[in-house]
């Protein structure tokens, strides 16, 4: 079963950063992520997500890839890719992985703008390595809402919002 974290930051950048951090500890197998977005409200409070992967990109190459190789079957491989690319690019568009994207906008619309949040779906983690490697983040942010037990709330929380 996954978490799911949320934390918000008075500038966009400290989001971003955060991410990339949290990428570099999943590499180290610190912590497994099934989701992980930013959501950042701009001066006209538009609210963006960005996302970690692009859906529809992914699906236009998968899609041309087996259309590619439907359309030697036919004998007409451009055809075959270009409908394949069609479609992936269209079925990458509406299909959402991870967070809902809905619940993310909608949980935005109150923010500051200029502010940001980063939305992480962990799946496991080595919770004090992982607080130990997003140190330059101690302090900076504010939990917004998890799912975490009591405990592990409690102790994100006093990382997370410690005063220096």
């Known amino acids: 079963m996954s978490n799911l974290i949320v934390i918000s930051f008075p500038e966009e950048q400290l989001a971003f950063e955060m991410r990339a951090a949290l990428v570099n500890l999943q590499k180290e197998y610190l912590i497994e992520m099934e989701d992980v977005v930013i959501v950042t409200k701009d001066a006209k409070e538009k609210v963006k997500l960005h996302q970690a992967m692009n859906l529809t990109a992914a699906g236009a190459a998968t899609g041309s890839f087996w259309g590619l190789l439907v359309g030697l079957l036919f004998l007409n491989p451009l055809l075959g890719a270009a409908v394949g690319a069609g479609a992936g690019a269209l079925s990458g568009r509406f299909t959402d992985l991870g967070i ?4 993310m906008k909608e ?26 490697g997003l140190e ?15 405990d592990d709330d409690a102790t994100l929380r ?4 410690a005063q220096s």
Do not use: M, Y
């Not at 101690?138 to 917004?144: N, R």
């Open 100 to 103: 809902n994207d809905q619940f």
């Open 158 to 161: 006093a990382f997370i919002e």
């Open 107 to 132: 949980l935005a619309e109150g923010f500051q703008p200029g502010c940001a949040a980063i939305f992480i779906l962990v799946r496991k983690a080595t919770a004090d390595k992982v607080l130990e």
């Open 136 to 150: 330059q983040f101690k302090g900076k942010g504010k939990v917004i809402q998890t799912s975490l037990t009591k």
